[in-house]
Every structure is written in structure tokens, then in C-alpha cells.
Nanobody, 127 residues
């Protein structure tokens, strides 16, 4: 049973940093062929892909709005996915979710191909 549990959200002033964590259970991140990554949803907006390991985890996607500011990474020993967020601004305010696909995720999956989701963690950035 795949489970994803996020933590690390909070309130921060513009220009600040946060690191989100996603503890995975039910599969091993370092040996998995799943695609896994971070999404966010702001009030009144659709869920947006932020940073994703795809193509069986060998490539990384970043949304244009976060390139150069956010970094996705894995800690194999902790079986945890991270999202380091720097230079935050008010447009980054959202609930952040981690998600994973089924195994053998080749290519670039659509959002609908992620059946496993965490409960979300709130990030609020004040200007």
C-alpha cells in the first residue's frame, strides 16, 4: 500500500525559504520506476504541476514559475522526497501535495496518471 505524508509547510515572508518533505511508504524511492513529484493548488485555481521526477525517475520537470528557485530531491536512506523552495513570493501560496504514479512510468505522465497523493501541506507567503 503506497502512502505519502507531507510535512514542512508554514507561513513565511516573501523572499524566504521552506523545505517540504514527503515520506513515502509501500515502495522504495531509490529503486522505483514510478514517477513522483510535487503539485500545488491555490484557492480558485486548478492543481498545478511544480516539480516531478519522470521517465522512470531519470529526468526532472520544473514549472517555469519555479525554475531556479525550487529544487526537488530524494533522500534514499530516509525514503523521502523533498522540495526546497527559495525566494518565495505570494504567488507560491498554495496547498502543496506530493504524488506518485504506478510502477513503470515511462515518458511524461499526465496529472491524471498519478493515483497516489498525500494529504497536502499549506504554504503561505506574505508580502
Amino acid at each position: 500500500q503506497v502512502q505519502l505524508v507531507e510535512s514542512g509547510g508554514g507561513s513565511v515572508q516573501a523572499g524566504g525559504s521552506l523545505r517540504l518533505s514527503c515520506a513515502a511508504s509501500g515502495y522504495i524511492l531509490s529503486r522505483s520506476s514510478r514517477c513522483t513529484g510535487w503539485f500545488r493548488q491555490a484557492p480558485g485555481k486548478e492543481r498545478e504541476r511544480v516539480a516531478v521526477f519522470y521517465n522512470r525517475g531519470s529526468d526532472v520537470y520544473y514549472a517555469d514559475s519555479v525554475k531556479g528557485r525550487f529544487t526537488i530531491s530524494k533522500d534514499n536512506a530516509e525514503n523521502t522526497l523533498y522540495l526546497q523552495m527559495n525566494s518565495l513570493n505570494s504567488e507560491d501560496t498554495a496547498v502543496y501535495y506530493c504524488a506518485a504514479t504506478q510502477p513503470m512510468c515511462g515518458g511524461f505522465p499526465q496529472n491524471s496518471n498519478f493515483p497516489f497523493w498525500g494529504q497536502g501541506t499549506q504554504v503561505s507567503v506574505s508580502s
